[in-house]
């Protein structure tokens, strides 16, 4: 098993008589153990990396297509080659940008008497 906190050397020359240290030194390279397991720094992939051609891709989409959603949705209903089931789903969609909702509204009389009605009768004169 290697230890990862020990520098391991490997020499070029394999004997046993190495007198001059100089020349071990110089023979010798440092093998560096890996981390095993665990976080290590600049491991895994950049920030940014997945999205950045995607982002690219619909900036470009949009500087060449420059339609709002509903100027889309209008297209398809004054297009005469949409199936009618089509223009209708794209007017569902679009009508409340066009067209807002009216606003719900309660009315107040004050007080609980009963409203008197008065019908009467006009004789025309022809």
Known sequence: MIDPKRTYTNHKEHGED???????????????????????????????????KNWKSMQEMAEKYQHSPLDYLLAVLNNPMSSPERKMYAAEKA????????????SKIGTDEPIAIKVSWQKDDK
């Open 18 to 52: 190495m007198s001059h240290e100089n020349e071990i030194n110089k023979s010798t390279t440092e093998i560096k153990v890996p981390n095993i397991g665990g976080k290590r720094p600049g491991a895994g992939r950049p920030f940014g990396a997945k999205t950045k």
């Open 95 to 106: 009508a409340p940008f066009v067209h807002p909702r009216l606003a719900s509204t309660t």
